[in-house]
């Protein structure tokens, strides 16, 4: 990260000013501390000479340019959404979702009508906060210059529903346009492709039965071969030798044979995906090392959806 000066301050009116379009004859006052603000600005420019910035005329222990650089962008991003919540103009926001690892993108302000700045939760008080029209929070969003959100306050947002914003400021220049900012936002606690538990308030992992078709090992027909990912509770891959009742049913509604057969491997017998010119079946393991590693996305015919799992409450009741 770019060493942080005080690069902004506040005139005698309140208003912000640059130090590069400050003039040495002006009144400068830090925005975080209110002291008094020296220009420092020589005019001379080179590899040795910094860049135009404000100090302290007197030392404020307290008061550091990150401090000052949290304090200005903040209150620079509550102006700029007060504004549009008037105005009835809409900021985009687009972000990596860290649970389906896709792109999301929405209007931030779809169903927020206020904005307060530093309201205190129960055990947090975030930079800014979102409400909608019966006053309940919708967003929070935290400024980070140094310090990330600590796991409670982000537990905390997770479990009470609310939408965590993290917006990481690397120097002054992200002063230049906090809207800009906020539109490539660095962390959204949301994946808009994933439900809820309503239990826990995690985010669920969607199951689907993938069928995909390959020739039969034996006879080198076409054969449909199914199995259903994301189900944790009986593994990342499940063959037909688990499918539920309903589930054996929903693979024949799509052209797959699942029989009952006898297996000398492993000397007992289970459901299995099977040819239906020749009859020979598709092991447990053959399942797997002949089939499903070799897949591709173009093998695949049909995503079939199952609904959804929460991991986390598998895991809490030992059920994976």
């Not at 040795?48 to 222990?61: E, G």
Request: charged share 25%; proline share 3%; net charge positive.
């Amino acid at each position: 990260m770019k060493k942080i000066l005080y690069s902004v301050a506040r005139d005698r009116t309140g208003e912000l000013i640059r130090a590069v379009d400050a003039e040495k004859e002006g009144q400068y006052f830090c925005g975080f501390c209110n002291d008094l603000f020296v220009l420092k600005k020589s005019g001379k420019i080179g590899p040795r000479t910094k860049r135009p910035h404000f100090a302290h005329k007197t030392l404020t222990p307290n008061c550091t340019p990150e401090s000052a650089l949290h304090f200005e962008f903040k209150n620079l991003l509550y102006r700029a959404i007060e504004a549009r919540l008037t105005d009835g103009r809409e900021i985009r926001l687009s972000w990596k979702c860290r649970y389906c690892y896709g792109n999301h993108s929405g209007n931030l302000l779809k169903t927020a009508r206020n904005v307060m700045l530093e309201h205190s939760l129960e055990n947090c008080r975030p930079d800014l906060v979102l409400t909608d029209k019966n006053g309940s929070i919708v967003a929070a969003i935290e400024v980070v210059v140094t310090h990330a959100p600590e796991d409670n306050v982000r537990e905390y947002y997770r479990k009470n529903k609310i939408v965590l914003i993290e917006l990481h400021l690397k120097s002054e220049a992200d002063l230049d346009n906090v809207v800009s900012k906020l539109n490539e936002a660095d962390h959204v606690q949301l994946c808009v492709d994933r439900k809820r538990c309503s239990v826990c308030g995690h985010f669920q992992q969607p199951i689907k039965m993938r069928i995909f078709e390959a020739p039969c090992y034996r006879c080198k027909a076409k054969m449909k071969a199914p199995f259903i990912e994301g189900d944790e509770f009986r593994g990342s891959h499940v063959g037909s030798d688990e499918f539920s009742p309903n589930e054996r049913s929903l693979a024949a509604e799509h052209g797959v044979l699942i029989e009952w057969q006898y297996s000398r491997t492993e000397n007992t017998k289970y459901w299995a995906t099977t040819c239906k010119r020749c009859h020979s079946f598709i092991g447990r393991n053959l399942l797997f090392t002949g089939y499903i590693i070799h897949a591709n996305d173009g093998d695949f015919m049909n995503d079939l959806p199952l609904g959804h799992l929460c991991t986390f409450c598998a895991q809490e009741n030992n059920l994976i």
